[in-house]
């Protein structure tokens, strides 16, 4: 895998991780509006990323969550298992 | 419904072939505090649950679990992947490779097949939610037995991980117990 697309992808891993803290946080917290505010902005920043790292390599989420070029790039390998950071 | 993210939550790397370490870590994939377990008890408790926070951190948590469950097949699989048969058999996998060549399969460490009785599923939030906190923290003692047995630092560093997540999910069901008991402390008055 070629370096810049696994430092873009390693960065929205740990972008992603933040959300999913924050989601499970807000989860059991509802109204701390200090912790929503920081998931609305990461989740902002996640979608740009994600965005641009699909329009490079190709779906990250299938059905119907990212667009692909021809041909059909969402079973392009590697798949996650296979990746060796 | 669920949706598949074409990456791992936290990124996987091992030294080199150790089918001795993947006979022992496979415990997490198919063992009684695993976590297919573990994703599979917070997501049929869900439909019992009385509180939105409780429906939403059972949801949440047994989805995190499936990629956590992700994340030890990438390990297991990378650890056996290029092992050699003299390896498997020096290193007591040749009872696995006789049943499942280097597939991925659900049993702990012993070989025994995963199965349901492993968890719970009581209908009782309170009673479902303490089964919860112990599972996390069985997952944790797990993890650090596991972090001991380990010879690859690559593979550690991927155990700590999983690790410090069992310490949140407990956490977060501490706090989702408290929630559901104020819940029934309020419906006593009306
Ligand atoms: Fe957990």
């Known amino acids: 895998m070629q370096r810049d697309r696994r430092e873009l992808l390693l960065k929205i891993m740990a972008l992603d991780f933040t959300a999913l803290e924050l989601n499970l946080y807000l989860d059991t917290h509802p109204r701390d509006a200090r912790a929503l505010e920081d998931y609305n902005r990461v989740t902002q920043e996640l979608f740009a990323l994600r965005q641009e790292y699909q329009e490079r390599y190709g779906p990250l989420i299938h059905f119907g969550h990212g667009y692909s070029k021809y041909p059909w790039q969402w079973i392009e390998e590697p798949w996650p298992w296979e990746m060796t950071f | 419904m669920w949706l598949y993210e074409k990456k791992l939550q936290y990124p996987v790397r091992v030294s080199g072939p150790n089918p001795w370490l993947a006979k022992n870590i496979i415990t997490q994939y198919g063992g009684p505090d695993g976590e297919l377990s573990a994703s599979l008890r917070y997501l049929t408790q869900r439909y ?18 499936l990629a956590h469950m992700e994340i030890v097949a990438a390990l297991v699989y990378n650890l056996i992947k290029d092992a050699t048969l003299e390896q498997l058999k020096a290193h007591g996998m040749d009872g696995y490779y006789a049943d499942h060549d280097r597939a991925l399969y659900f049993v702990d460490a012993t070989g025994n097949p995963w199965t349901a009785t492993y968890i719970q599923s009581k209908g009782d939030p309170i009673a479902d939610l303490h089964e919860n906190m112990a599972a996390e923290e069985k997952a944790r003692a797990t993890y650090e037995w596991l972090i001991n047995l380990s010879d690859d630092p690559l593979v550690t560093d991927a155990l700590r991980f999983l690790r410090m997540r069992e310490i949140v999910h407990f956490q977060r069901f501490g706090e989702t117990l408290r929630l559901v008991q104020e819940w029934m402390d309020r419906k006593k008055f009306f």
């Open chain 2, 48 to 65: 019992t649950m009385p509180i939105p926070e409780a429906k939403g951190a059972l949801t949440d948590i047994g989805t995190e679990e």
